[in-house]
């Protein structure tokens, strides 16, 4: 699964790190199955009604004896009939009891034996259900088809909703074959993961469509869809490549690109894995207002837009639209042919997905190089950026309650970190020892499930590495421990030798005393690349030789870590600027950054390198160091703080000219995104009369829309396309005043009976739009009043968060005072909220001094 790019920066606060609860959501493995056969039977008119039948039989297979049952079953369905049989000889089973339990979505069924592990059974169990409204499980959508009204209705199961459209073993370990046959209206198109075997008549205005059996996979990758979409297939290799999309003339045809952006992803992957495509076809369906992409094996569905992609389209377009391509098929083979065994591992998946999404993206538009280049960079410095925090969480993080695992797609730690990470490796072992790695991974357990040492184990055979070291112990040091390290460069004597620290470079309290295996990557620009090494994790300090002139490590960021200098190190980096790699120069300008944030050791350095950019074409350090999380935030800490603001301002104003005088009229491909951020830049810093609507003509047509009450309220649980709408537009120049501000508020906050919508407001929250004042105030009032109809739990996370995006001293006295009074969190909560906002106080207090520090210095 994936979200579209705005999606990769949906603020993660809500991740469930650690399950105390004494309630198990996991299913006992007494029993597992081996195959399904889904009848699923609609109306003949999916308008008519939102309600279905259907059939489940399961064949059982019986791990050790036991006399229950247990697979999961949501309230949405209502059991009708249950026959449990012995397989071979069709006895009868007689069932005691069921008992459905909602907390953990449990359907326990009682038998009056024990069942015997020699022994298989099968269980079938009818069931009416009713179609979602939400987009998750079975759901029905209504849209415009000229002037007629047209419904359609499609799965998606991921992660945990399956058990919403059929009973099943909704859990990823539990791999089983399916047959799915689904009757329907005559006049509507079936689709599943397999291709279709048979369809016959029911009566006069009715079908039923029998699909191919499909290889094992999980519950969550079962997909069917009925619909009157339009259909365009073509043949490539002998696959059949299907586009779904909403019958529109004017889109439908444009699907050139996705066809081929499919298939050289599928060629690829199968060349890279070393296996074949499993199934003849791949359908993509395009469904407006989708959050993405969603890998379901055989039949993957993405937002309309990234299929419908004009040749005459803008390169930025076709780089999202391909590597959203990439990452849903390159889930085929990572996490479709090979699984999870849990949740926990999710990284395995979507890092690995995410990974070959920018492999695959750079070779498919090879001209397209720098803007790629852009986007991972990015993606690069938001996960260190989140990582950082008190909040964040190991790549390997186990999680068990339903809403923590639907959570836990969070994209800066299993997607952006985890790519990070696997790209890192792979520089460090050799491109093509880690390709034998992971073929091996993939041949050993196709069909099945792995667990990251299953990967440890297939990359050791192939790697060459340090006597006695085992690659599980340097992948499980980046796995399996939040944050990440700084590496402290220093130079001895005259002779190449450098002193090289590792530290810690996390808030929470489980990156504590945490150390890495670090592959030392450096350059010298008159030398080029080399990797240095290993740094041990049992070691705090090494000297290592590093050739060259000015031997930059971790020079274009290939290892998830950052890189500081003694003041000798950055007096030489300032004074060599014009010889250093655009990519070295942006992380250069983000490190130095977040050392400010940390210690303050950096300012001088950071000041030299903005008076650089003054005559810096390339985009990318710009991008770095006008980026939300670097200038944007040094202006948000310093609001409302008279002693330093002004001179703050007339930095940031001085940037921006700057950065508009080398941008406004650079038609670069790869200048795109840094013009549009300069003209952001120009409206935030009232440099100019002119009011643009929005950050892309994307946004420009979502900005009016926030103030629709009707398309709002429609919006407010689908919170992943709200997001992405809410990152689409540039929130400080979206409304006309504080008035209009107030009323998409109004809007947003009228009521919490979605919960997941305190993820917008973190979104809101940390845009910094030019009245978010107002929205402080109108939480505290609207979230006190409504504290008893969110779980406390939640609430605290969700104000954990909220404490990493209020700057302004009155904003932090209101909100203590909040906390203070609030009345259903615990008061081990309370101290906890209060403790991060001494934390952040006391950061932002540490910068202002700095600053107050260098005033003069800063001002020249």
């Given at each position: 699964?994936?979200?579209?790019?705005?999606?990769?920066?949906?603020?993660?606060?809500?991740?469930?790190?650690?399950?105390?609860?004494?309630?198990?959501?996991?299913?006992?493995?007494?029993?597992?199955?081996?195959?399904?056969?889904v009848?699923?039977?609609?109306?003949?008119?999916?308008?008519?009604?939102?309600?279905?039948?259907?059939?489940?039989?399961?064949?059982?297979?019986?791990y050790?004896p036991?006399?229950?049952?247990?697979?999961?079953?949501?309230?949405?369905?209502?059991?009708?009939?249950?026959?449990?049989?012995?397989?071979?000889?069709?006895?009868?089973?007689?069932?005691?009891?069921?008992?459905?339990?909602?907390e953990?979505?449990?359907?326990?069924?009682?038998?009056?034996?024990?069942?015997?592990?020699?022994?298989?059974?099968?269980?079938r169990i009818?069931?009416?259900?009713?179609?979602?409204?939400?987009?998750?499980?079975?759901?029905?959508?209504?849209?415009?088809?000229?002037?007629?009204?047209e419904?359609?209705?499609?799965?998606?199961?991921e992660?945990?909703?399956?058990?919403?459209?059929?009973?099943?073993?909704?859990?990823?370990?539990?791999?089983?074959?399916?047959?799915?046959?689904?009757?329907?209206?005559?006049?509507?198109?079936?689709?599943?993961?397999?291709?279709?075997?048979?369809?016959?008549?029911?009566?006069?205005?009715?079908?039923?469509?029998?699909?191919?059996?499909?290889?094992?996979?999980?519950?969550?990758?079962?997909?069917?869809?009925?619909?009157?979409?339009?259909?365009?297939?073509?043949?490539?290799?002998?696959?059949?490549?299907?586009?779904?999309?909403?019958?529109?003339?004017?889109?439908?045809?444009?699907?050139?690109?996705?066809?081929?952006?499919?298939?050289?992803?599928?060629?690829?992957?199968?060349?890279?894995?070393?296996?074949?495509?499993?199934?003849?076809?791949?359908?993509?369906?395009?469904?407006?207002?989708?959050?993405?992409?969603?890998?379901?094996?055989?039949?993957?569905?993405?937002?309309t837009?990234?299929?419908?992609?004009?040749?005459?389209?803008?390169?930025?377009?076709?780089?999202?639209?391909?590597?959203?391509?990439?990452?849903?098929?390159?889930?085929?083979?990572?996490?479709?042919?090979?699984?999870?065994?849990?949740?926990?591992?999710?990284?395995?998946?979507?890092?690995?997905?995410?990974?070959?999404?920018?492999?695959?993206?750079?070779?498919?538009?090879?001209?397209?190089?720098?803007?790629?280049?852009?986007?991972?960079?990015?993606?690069?410095?938001?996960?260190?950026?989140?990582?950082?925090?008190?909040?964040?969480?190991?790549?390997?993080?186990?999680?068990?309650?339903?809403?923590?695992?639907?959570?836990?797609?969070?994209?800066?730690?299993?997607?952006?970190?985890?790519?990070?990470?696997?790209?890192?490796?792979?520089?460090?072992?050799?491109?093509?020892?880690?390709?034998?790695?992971?073929?091996?991974?993939?041949?050993?357990?196709?069909?099945?499930?792995?667990?990251?040492?299953?990967?440890?184990?297939?990359?050791?055979?192939?790697?060459?590495?340090?006597?006695?070291?085992?690659?599980?112990?340097?992948?499980?040091?980046?796995?399996?421990?939040?944050?990440?390290?700084?590496?402290?460069?220093?130079?001895?004597?005259?002779?190449?030798?450098?002193?090289?620290?590792?530290?810690?470079?996390?808030?929470?309290?489980?990156?504590?005393?945490?150390?890495?295996?670090?592959?030392?990557?450096?350059?010298?620009?008159?030398?080029?690349?080399y990797?240095?090494?290993?740094?041990?994790?049992?070691?705090?300090?090494?000297?290592?030789?590093?050739?060259?002139?000015l031997?930059?490590?971790?020079?274009?960021?290939?290892?998830?870590?950052?890189?500081?200098?003694?003041?000798?190190?950055?007096?030489?980096?300032?004074?060599?600027?014009?010889?250093?790699?655009?990519?070295?120069?942006?992380?250069?300008?983000?490190?130095?950054?977040?050392?400010?944030?940390?210690?303050?050791?950096?300012?001088?350095?950071?000041?030299?390198?903005?008076?650089?950019?003054?005559?810096?074409?390339?985009?990318?350090?710009w991008?770095?160091?006008?980026?939300?999380?670097?200038?944007?935030?040094?202006?948000?800490?310093?609001?409302?703080?008279?002693?330093?603001?002004?001179?703050?301002?007339?930095?940031?104003?001085?940037?921006?000219?700057?950065?508009?005088?080398?941008?406004?009229?650079?038609?670069?491909?790869?200048?795109?995104?840094?013009?549009?951020?300069?003209?952001?830049?120009?409206?935030?810093?009232?440099?100019?009369?002119?009011?643009?609507?929005?950050?892309?003509?994307?946004?420009?047509?979502?900005?009016?829309?926030?103030?629709?009450?009707?398309?709002m309220?429609?919006?407010r649980?689908?919170?992943?396309?709200?997001?992405?709408?809410?990152?689409?537009?540039?929130?400080?120049?979206?409304?006309?005043?504080?008035?209009?501000?107030?009323?998409?508020?109004?809007?947003?906050?009228q009521s919490?009976?979605?919960?997941?919508?305190?993820?917008?407001?973190?979104?809101?929250?940390?845009?910094?739009?030019?009245?978010?004042?107002?929205l402080?105030?109108?939480?505290?009032?609207?979230?006190?009043?409504?504290?008893?109809?969110?779980?406390?739990d939640?609430?605290?996370?969700?104000?954990?968060?909220?404490?990493?995006?209020?700057?302004?001293?009155?904003?932090?006295?209101l909100?203590?005072?909040?906390?203070?009074?609030?009345?259903?969190?615990?008061?081990?909560?309370?101290?906890?909220?209060?403790?991060?906002?001494?934390s952040?106080?006391?950061?932002?207090?540490?910068?202002?001094?700095?600053?107050?520090?260098?005033?003069?210095?800063?001002?020249?």
């Open positions: 699964m994936i979200y579209i790019k705005a999606l990769f920066v949906l603020v993660s606060f809500l991740v469930n790190t650690t399950v105390t609860t004494a309630i198990s959501y996991r299913l006992p493995d007494s029993t597992y199955p081996s195959h399904y056969i009848r699923i039977e609609t109306n003949s008119d999916l308008g008519s009604a939102d309600n279905y039948t259907g059939q489940v039989t399961i064949t059982l297979n019986v050790y036991t006399d229950q049952i247990v697979l999961h079953a949501a309230d949405n369905l209502e059991i009708l009939e249950l026959q449990l049989l012995q397989l071979e000889s069709g006895e009868t089973i007689v069932v005691q009891s069921t008992e459905l339990v909602n953990t979505q449990f359907l326990k069924i009682y038998t009056d034996r024990v069942l015997n592990e020699t022994e298989q059974y099968q269980l009818s069931f009416q259900g009713r179609m979602l409204r939400e987009r998750v499980g079975f759901f029905l959508e209504a849209y415009q088809n000229g002037a007629e009204k419904f359609y209705a499609v799965t998606a199961f992660p945990i909703h399956a058990r919403r459209a059929f009973p099943c073993y909704d859990e990823p370990m539990f791999k089983a074959t399916f047959d799915v046959e689904i009757e329907c209206g005559k006049d509507y198109s079936v689709h599943s993961n397999a291709q279709a075997m048979e369809t016959q008549m029911v009566g006069k205005d009715r079908k039923l469509v029998r699909f191919e059996r499909t290889p094992p996979m999980a519950s969550y990758l079962v997909a069917f869809m009925v619909s009157k979409f339009r259909e365009e297939v073509r043949d490539f290799g002998g696959l059949k490549i299907g586009m779904i999309t909403q019958p529109d003339g004017v889109r439908s045809r444009n699907f050139e690109f996705a066809f081929q952006a499919t298939w050289f992803s599928i060629d690829a992957l199968q060349r890279y894995t070393g296996e074949k495509y499993p199934f003849a076809k791949l359908d993509q369906v395009g469904i407006d207002y989708f959050y993405g992409g969603l890998e379901n094996w055989g039949l993957i569905l993405y937002i837009d990234a299929l419908v992609v004009d040749s005459q389209a803008d390169t930025w377009d076709k780089v999202d639209s391909a590597k959203l391509i990439a990452h849903e098929v390159a889930h085929q083979f990572f996490g479709n042919l090979v699984g999870l065994t849990w949740w926990e591992h999710l990284w395995l998946k979507e890092g690995f997905a995410t990974f070959m999404s920018y492999k695959l993206t750079e070779l498919f538009l090879p001209g397209a190089r720098q803007v790629i280049k852009q986007q991972y960079f990015m993606d690069r410095w938001e996960a260190l950026h989140f990582d950082a925090d008190s909040i964040t969480y190991p790549m390997s993080n186990y999680v068990e309650h339903p809403g923590a695992i639907a959570m836990h797609y969070g994209a800066e730690i299993v997607y952006n970190k985890a790519a990070c990470v696997i790209r890192m490796m792979e520089v460090a072992l050799g491109e093509g020892v880690f390709m034998a790695g992971v073929q091996d991974y993939i041949a050993n357990d196709r069909y099945g499930t792995a667990d990251p040492y299953k990967l440890y184990l297939s990359l050791h055979e192939f790697a060459v590495l340090p006597p006695n070291v085992h690659i599980a112990e340097i992948f499980h040091s980046w796995a399996n421990q939040a944050g990440h390290p700084i590496v402290y460069v220093e130079k001895i004597g005259e002779f190449g030798w450098y002193r090289l620290t590792q530290q810690m470079y996390c808030d929470a309290e489980t990156c504590k005393r945490s150390r890495w295996w670090i592959p030392i990557f450096y350059s010298s620009y008159e030398l080029g690349d990797f240095g090494g290993w740094f041990p994790d049992s070691a705090e300090t090494i000297t290592v030789a590093l050739y060259g002139n031997p930059l490590v971790n020079n274009r960021g290939y290892g998830f870590y950052r890189v500081s200098y003694c003041q000798r190190g950055w007096q030489d980096i300032i004074i060599n600027w014009n010889n250093i790699d655009s990519e070295s120069r942006a992380k250069l300008i983000d490190d130095a950054f977040y050392f400010l944030w940390n210690n303050g050791s950096t300012i001088e350095p950071l000041k030299a390198m903005l008076d650089l950019l003054k005559t810096e074409s390339d985009p990318l350090p991008l770095a160091a006008m980026d939300d999380r670097t200038m944007r935030k040094l202006l948000l800490m310093v609001k409302g703080r008279s002693e330093v603001e002004p001179f703050v301002q007339q930095m940031a104003r001085n940037l921006t000219l700057d950065m508009l005088k080398i941008f406004r009229n650079d038609t670069r491909i790869e200048s795109n995104l840094a013009r549009r951020k300069a003209i952001d830049w120009e409206e935030r810093m009232n440099l100019t009369t002119t009011r643009r609507v929005g950050r892309s003509n994307q946004g420009s047509y979502m900005c009016p829309q926030m103030l629709s009450p009707e398309l309220v429609e919006l649980c689908n919170v992943k396309f709200l997001i992405e709408m809410l990152r689409s537009v540039d929130l400080t120049v979206c409304f006309n005043g504080p008035d209009e501000f107030r009323q998409f508020l109004d809007y947003l906050l919490y009976e979605c919960p997941e919508v305190l993820k917008v407001i973190l979104i809101v929250l940390r845009e910094g739009a030019s009245h978010v004042d107002q402080i105030d109108k939480l505290a009032n609207d979230l006190y009043d409504l504290q008893n109809s969110i779980e406390s939640q609430l605290e996370e969700f104000l954990e968060g909220v404490t990493y995006y209020i700057y302004d001293p009155y904003h932090q006295r909100y203590q005072q909040f906390i203070d009074r609030l009345e259903v969190i615990s008061e081990e909560q309370r101290s906890t909220l209060f403790r991060l906002l001494d952040q106080q006391s950061r932002i207090a540490s910068v202002v001094q700095v600053l107050l520090k260098f005033q003069n210095f800063l001002s020249v």
